[in-house]
């Protein structure tokens, strides 16, 4: 008697990989693992501190950050009465970080030659009991991107959440401590004093005038943004090829700078981290500007990236 013949074996699709936007000489390369931008070029201009397809990305580069941006100490918080614990990130730094959809796979949506849009769903578990979906749509102009966030409640609860996204801007700085020589405005009047990147409780004013940058080191959640009469709020970074202008609308109240001390030899302070932030640190355990969607309610939030070549 003949063998039967075994059926092929199935396994999951790997899909694609990232999504590729061109538009005039600028182009935009979308990591479906974790929905952020993995590079962005304009020109010969690596206008975003990004990372290789396929790798791992250190600090975050470009993650989208939801449920919550930033930190949580020891993953534990409690809402409604029920005391929720999250995994944390070592025994040596045990804290929740950046939220749960950094390493998850997204979809695409729609997309055109020059616009996408690509989601995912944060799935219930012990440490986040809810259930949204998320959405990123890009639209990619020769000078300028713009990225707007969505979020929706798609489950049976009132849902707390944080959102925030983590580009590196790069402006020339080809050597470690090379960003030390750009130059940098922030429209933040307070900064959140913190402790290993926890708030201590403390509020300092702060010059959003910074200048050149030297040898100051920036890892700080800065609020009392100021926006001009349609309600955004402008970064400026300039340096040897040219000058970056990252703008956030209303729905972004905070905003973390960071210029990468703790990297390793050979992508130290090399790029600034501009943040949009909906909430600083530690918000889903104190609450501080926390957002809150009834079930089927939506947000948005949008920021925009300019470049000029020099």
Same mark, same amino acid.
């Given at each position: 008697?003949?063998?039967?013949?075994?059926?092929?074996?199935?396994?999951?699709? #790997?899909?694609?990989?990232?999504?590729?936007?061109?538009?005039?000489?600028?182009?935009?390369?979308?990591?479906? @693992?974790?929905?952020?931008?993995?590079?962005?070029?304009?020109?010969?201009?690596?206008?975003?501190?990004?990372?290789?397809?396929?790798?791992?990305?250190?600090?975050?580069?470009?993650?989208?950050?939801?449920?919550?941006?930033?930190?949580?100490?020891?993953?534990?918080?409690?809402?409604?009465?029920?005391?929720?614990?999250?995994?944390?990130?070592?025994?040596?730094?045990?804290?929740?970080?950046?939220?749960?959809?950094?390493?998850?796979?997204?979809?695409?949506?729609?997309?055109?030659?020059?616009?996408?849009?690509?989601?995912?769903?944060?799935?219930?578990?012990?440490?986040?009991?809810?259930?949204?979906?998320?959405?990123?749509?890009?639209?990619?102009?020769?000078?300028?991107?713009?990225?707007?966030?969505?979020?929706?409640?798609?489950? #049976?609860?009132?849902?707390?959440?944080? #959102?925030?996204?983590?580009?590196?801007?790069?402006?020339?700085?080809?050597?470690?401590?090379?960003?030390?020589?750009?130059?940098?405005?922030?429209?933040?009047?307070?900064?959140?004093?913190?402790?290993?990147?926890?708030?201590?409780?403390?509020?300092?004013?702060?010059?959003?005038?910074?200048?050149?940058?030297?040898? @100051?080191?920036?890892?700080?959640?800065?609020?009392?943004?100021? @926006?001009?009469?349609?309600?955004?709020?402008?970064?400026?970074?300039?340096?040897?090829?040219?000058?970056?202008?990252?703008?956030?609308?209303?729905?972004?109240?905070?905003?973390?700078?960071?210029?990468?001390?703790?990297?390793?030899?050979?992508?130290?302070?090399?790029?600034?981290?501009?943040?949009?932030?909906?909430?600083?640190?530690?918000?889903?355990?104190?609450?501080?500007?926390?957002?809150?969607?009834?079930?089927?309610?939506?947000?948005?939030?949008?920021?925009?990236?300019?470049?000029?070549?020099?």
């Amino acid at each position: 008697m003949p063998l039967e013949t075994q059926p092929t074996p199935l396994w999951p699709g #790997a899909g694609p990989h990232e999504v590729q936007l061109t538009h005039g000489d600028a182009r935009l390369a979308i990591d479906l @693992r974790g929905g952020g931008p993995r590079r962005l070029v304009a020109g010969d201009w690596d206008v975003l501190d990004g990372y290789p397809a396929g790798a791992v990305p250190k600090g975050r580069r470009g993650g989208v950050l939801l449920p919550w941006p930033n930190r949580l100490r020891d993953g534990r918080w409690t809402w409604e009465g029920r005391d929720l614990q999250l995994d944390v990130s070592s025994p040596e730094s045990p804290n929740a970080v950046h939220g749960l959809v950094s390493w998850q796979t997204w979809t695409v949506l729609t997309s055109t030659e020059s616009t996408a849009t690509v989601g995912t769903v944060v799935e219930a578990r012990s440490g986040y009991p809810f259930r949204l979906a998320a959405a990123v749509d890009y639209a990619l102009s020769p000078d300028r991107l713009m990225v707007t966030m969505r979020v929706r409640n798609i489950g #049976a609860a009132s849902a707390p959440f944080g #959102a925030g996204m983590h580009p590196y801007l790069h402006v020339g700085a080809s050597e470690d401590g090379g960003v030390g020589g750009a130059e940098l405005t922030v429209p933040a009047r307070t900064v959140m004093e913190v402790d290993s990147g926890l708030p201590t409780g403390a509020r300092h004013r702060f010059h959003g005038d910074v200048g050149r940058i030297g040898h @100051r080191a920036f890892d700080d959640p800065l609020t009392d943004l100021v @926006r001009d009469d349609e309600g955004w709020a402008r970064v400026h970074l300039s340096g040897p090829l040219g000058e970056l202008e990252l703008a956030v609308d209303e729905a972004w109240p905070w905003l973390q700078i960071y210029t990468g001390d703790q990297f390793p030899e050979g992508q130290r302070r090399r790029s600034v981290a501009v943040e949009p932030m909906t909430c600083p640190p530690n918000a889903l355990a104190d609450g501080t500007d926390l957002v809150v969607l009834e079930p089927g309610g939506e947000w948005s939030g949008t920021w925009t990236l300019r470049w000029t070549a020099r």
